[in-house]
């Protein structure tokens, strides 16, 4: 819900030859990213989907507006662009974004339901499947392997008749 706000929000200001500002992006992303998590808890109706994109572009345009200041408020100057065409900006945008965000909404929750229901499923028919296990997938023992006895070769340390050096080369390394 955060991201189409913003970025909404951001490219409505800047078509109205508004400011944009890094800091007020950054604000707007972390207080609508805040409030739109604790809103993930279930499924959510179009009505719902509505009154929080109105909201979010409500803060957005709060923030953007707030946070332009000095040299780049003086450069776009005021909203060149009637305030009636502006509330028709924000209210289509609302309501695009809340449809797309309830479709969304419900396809990621049928999706959840549908996982469910194959969980369910898969527990109760363990004796299906369980049978072919050995077909799919290689059984893995999960227990601990025991400690092999570990055996010490006995090697030669020389080589065609003289001991064998181990290691660098003389002068390699210091």
Partial sequence: ???PS???????????EGCVSWSGLVMATVLLGAA?????????????????????????????????????????????????????AHALSVGVVSLLLRRA???????????????????THQGLWRGLMPLVLVPVDRRPAPEAPVRVLR????????????????GCCP
Wanted: charged share 15%.
């Fill in 1 to 3: 819900m955060t991201a």
């Fill in 36 to 88: 739109s998590w604790t809103q993930l808890a279930r499924e959510r109706s179009l009505p719902f989907f509505v009154a929080w994109t109105t909201l979010g572009q409500a803060v957005v345009h709060g923030v953007l507006t707030a946070t332009c200041h000095g040299t780049a408020a003086a450069a776009h100057g005021t909203a060149a662009v009637p305030r009636s065409s502006m509330l028709l």
């Fill in 6 to 16: 913003v970025a909404l929000g951001a490219l409505a200001h800047t078509l109205g």
């Fill in 155 to 170: 090697t030669s340390s020389r080589v065609q008749g003289r001991p064998a050096r181990r290691g660098p080369p003389v």
């Fill in 105 to 123: 909404d419900a396809r990621v929750w049928a999706m959840a339901r549908l996982a469910r229901q194959l969980r369910t499923w898969l527990l």
